[in-house]
């Protein structure tokens, strides 16, 4: 899920920017530390939106440069357990399948893929035996997160599932309300 997030930090302006208006170069500086972020509570950041609030700023003895309180909005995608995501298909492996969701790839598990026995092509596809689905690159497609892994802060995992009704290609959730 996207947030709308409200954080407080401190940040170091170095002497190169103090040719530019403070809080343009405050911006920049959070910016540069916050783009691509990713913690457990905030999330994966994708965009810095506005400066809210500057607090006076301080010189640090040794330093040379003012660090200033500020408070800034920005977006975060947060993978929640059980929440139904839509995405593409990346790339298709023998075990399964890599989707983007937002700014994140997740991995959904060849079992988890479809409702059927499901064998891999080496054109990068996924079939149903018996429903003759077939997943390829570039699908769109709808799956629910089923697990979501921060341990290693730098490559989130994300694991997902398209077997329950509703979740798979897009057009698969048609073809079931056809039946």
Known sequence: MFYKTVIKDHIRVPPNLFDK??????????????????????????????????GRGVIIPGDGAPHYEVEFELIAFKPELQEIVYGRIKDIADFGAFITIGPIEGMIHISQTIDDFVSFAKDKTLSG???????????????????????????????????????????????DKKK
Do not use: H
């Open 21 to 54: 208006e403070v809080e343009e170069a405050i911006l920049k500086k959070i910016k540069e530390k916050y783009s691509g972020y990713i913690d457990k509570d905030v999330g994966i950041v994708v965009e810095v939106l506005k400066l809210n609030d500057v």
């Open 129 to 175: 035996k018996e429903t003759k689905r077939v997943l390829k690159v570039g699908d769109l497609c709808r799956a629910r997160i089923i697990a979501a892994s921060f341990k290693d802060a730098t490559n989130p995992k994300i694991g997902l599932t398209m077997r329950q009704p509703g979740l798979g290609r897009l057009d698969w959730a048609d073809e």
